[in-house]
């Protein structure tokens, strides 16, 4: 396919947001710590700058799920590839997204955290949201930017593996 990028946000406009983003955790977790789990490979760009930004204690941690790739696929196609390595029982865990689109892995990762993991508390935050897509209602408790419904790459998020390490938001667009 050929195609061009075009530019959505740019890099200033995000390390603000994610500046933002730092002090609404910070504010809302005063007094404890933080177990951020980025969802592989997409939330790493954002974790890794999100978390310099939080000044009170965070703990690192990772985990793997299979995307679908099509709107036809149901959420129960939704795998878990790598799962976290450490104990999250009775922990505040804030899972951390690139992107949530229909919200199906979103769900269903919150759902396995929920009946599994015994965590104390568990939110969400995501770098990007694509608000027309959802096609299930889940709660997403930090959200940096809302995006069209377009392809996005950048800051994490790849076009068949490539883009991710694009210091801001870009759209492909076919030609
Ligand atoms: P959801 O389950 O919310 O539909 O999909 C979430 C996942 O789909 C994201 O973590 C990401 O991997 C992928 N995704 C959804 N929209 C986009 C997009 O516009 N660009 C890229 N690169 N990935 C996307």
Known sequence: MNYRI???IDKEAVEK???????????DYAGEEVYCVGLLK?????????????????????????SYGSETVSSGDVKILKD??????????LIVEDIIDT?????????????????????????????????????????GFDVPDKFVIGYGLDYDQKYRNLPYIAVVIPE
């Not at 947001?17 to 504010?27: F, Q, W």
């Not at 997409?42 to 299979?66: Q, R, T, Y």
């Not at 976290?84 to 865990?93: E, P």
């Open 103 to 143: 919200g199906l892995t979103l769900e269903y990762v919150i759902k396995y955290f929920k009946e599994g993991k015994g965590v104390k508390s568990l939110r969400t935050c995501t770098l990007l949201n694509k608000p027309e897509r959802r096609k299930v209602d889940v709660k997403v408790d930090y959200i």
């Open 6 to 8: 075009e530019n959505l």
């Open 42 to 66: 997409g939330s790493v760009i954002f974790l890794s700058d999100l978390v310099k930004e939080i000044n009170i204690p965070v703990i690192i941690d990772f985990m793997s799920v299979s």
């Open 84 to 93: 976290t390595d450490l104990d999250l029982r009775g922990k505040h865990v």
């Open 17 to 27: 947001r994610i500046k933002e983003l730092a002090r609404e955790i910070e504010k």
